[in-house]
T-cell receptor, first 110, second 113 residues
């Protein structure tokens, strides 16, 4: 079993839709959770970084962590064509090693 | 400023060449990382330096040789690579505290002929 599971998609939505991206994990030592956005042939860009269970909001993005279910989500409101990218979840225990999901490819259709 | 820079942006090399990838950050971060990323795959960890010492080596072939000359710089020396080593090579840095996240550079697109 992989440490981090993420549905690779692809996911295609119309502009303005609410997008829900999800990851599950098996390692209860994971304490820190991140979402990265990666455009084609570019480096990953940090979108959200959370620690505790609950919600964290930043503009159109909301990150949700449920440690009891080992489940994290990223919601994108009012999706835009510029949101079309691959979204990677990542997580880590205390320490320097990060564990990535496989990424979900998102296309927002104008 | 959360910028990590990488040079070159693109590199084409033959299997007998020796080349180096460079990464730089001026955020005072004390952990630096090399990742390899193939198309449609997540980044795959290669090396981690913490306080300029190699702390993680994910069983990477010796044709890849990392170097951390100081706290701001990270190099990846390449020699006798294979075509399957063609990939996007990403550098990242982190403040190195146990609660810290990491920031990626734009990557070097490497093609081995």
């Amino acid at each position: 079993q992989k440490e981090v599971e993420q549905d690779p998609g692809p996911l295609s939505v119309p502009e303005g839709a609410i997008v829900s991206l999800n990851c599950t994990y098996s390692n209860s030592a994971f304490q820190y959770f991140m979402w990265y956005r990666q455009y084609s042939r570019k480096g990953p860009e940090l979108l959200m970084y959370t620690y505790s269970s609950g919600n964290k909001e930043d503009g159109r993005f909301t990150a949700q962590v449920d440690k009891s279910s080992k489940y994290i989500s990223l919601f994108i409101r009012d999706s835009q064509p510029s949101d079309s990218a691959t979204y990677l979840c990542a997580m880590k225990p205390a320490g320097n090693q990060f564990y990535f999901g496989t990424g979900t490819s998102l296309t927002v259709i104008p | 400023d959360t910028e990590v820079t990488q040079t070159p942006k693109h590199l084409v090399m033959g299997m007998t060449n020796k080349k180096s990838l460079k990464c730089e950050q001026h955020m005072g971060h004390r952990a630096m990382y090399w990742y390899k990323q193939k198309a449609k795959k997540p980044p795959e960890l290669m090396f981690v330096y913490s306080y300029e010492k190699l702390s993680i080596n994910e069983s990477v072939p010796s044709r890849f040789s990392p170097e951390c000359p100081n706290s701001s710089l990270l190099n990846l020396h390449l020699h006798a690579l294979q075509p399957e080593d063609s990939a996007l090579y990403l550098c990242a840095s982190s403040p190195a505290g146990f609660t810290d996240t990491q920031y990626f550079g734009p990557g070097t697109r490497l093609t081995v002929l």
